[in-house]
């Protein structure tokens, strides 16, 4: 019989896997308008530009979320995964970027009903939620599969920064052996991101990124694009 821990981590695998049906490939949270204004044009721009976001917004409001959601729902205290699902739809500062956390909740919500293998009590929770956001779901599951918090949020980071890649391969044009660079740079520092999320006070999350924000509100009259946001 394999060990809870094997289990563990083919779920975690599964959830950070770019063949999970949530849309995350269609997004560029800003990345696109970054390069079309030509703040990002070759492979050190593009390793920068997601450094910086992930350090100043993943490190310091998304993941410190995800990090609090999950202990939420740890204790199955429903009032305060609420509460933290409205601050962060609240957080998310352009229409596209709160259509995009909103759809990929959906999507990996209907995945798990789909599924159908959740105990019915916790499903009753999760479809319980007005429109969650994805780290909202996201947190569910990854406790309900006994997933380690730490594991949990190095593999979102994970799939946020491969994300990211696959967008500026595609659209600065990148060649594949500087995409996988990047990831090997940039994977470097997602230990200590996760640390910075895990210690991080309430009072100290904050989503202010104003270059960040910019880039998503010009990303969405865009003339031509290849993303959603």
């Not at 895990?198 to 010009?218: H, K, Q, W």
Request: aromatic letters at 10%; one cysteine or more.
């Amino acid at each position: 019989m394999l060990k809870q821990s094997n289990i563990a981590l083919s779920r975690l695998l599964q959830l950070a896997s770019p063949m999970l049906p949530v849309g995350a490939y269609s997004y560029s949270q800003g990345l696109e308008w970054a390069i079309e204004c030509g703040d990002v044009h070759h492979q050190a721009s593009a390793k920068n530009w997601i450094i910086d976001v992930l350090d100043l917004y993943q490190g310091r409001y998304e993941l410190p979320i995800l990090y609090r959601m999950f202990q939420a729902w740890q204790v199955g205290d429903m009032d305060t995964i609420i509460d933290w699902d409205v601050k962060f739809q609240a957080g998310r500062d352009t229409a596209e970027s709160l259509a995009e956390s909103r759809q990929m909740g959906y999507s990996l919500r209907r995945l798990l009903n789909d599924v159908g293998t959740l105990p019915a009590e916790f499903m009753a929770k999760m479809n319980a939620l007005e429109a969650p956001a994805f780290p909202t779901v996201y947190a569910g599951i990854a406790h309900e599969w006994e997933i380690p918090v730490q594991d949990m949020l190095h593999a979102y980071a994970w799939s946020w920064v491969e994300n990211q890649v696959s967008a500026a391969m595609k659209a600065v044009p990148l060649g594949q052996v500087a995409g996988q660079k990047i990831l090997l740079e940039i994977g470097e520092s997602l230990p200590s991101c996760v640390a910075q999320a895990m210690r991080i006070e309430n009072v100290a999350i904050s989503n202010f990124v104003p270059g960040l924000s910019v880039a998503g509100c010009r990303h969405e009259t865009q003339y031509s694009r290849l993303f959603r946001s």
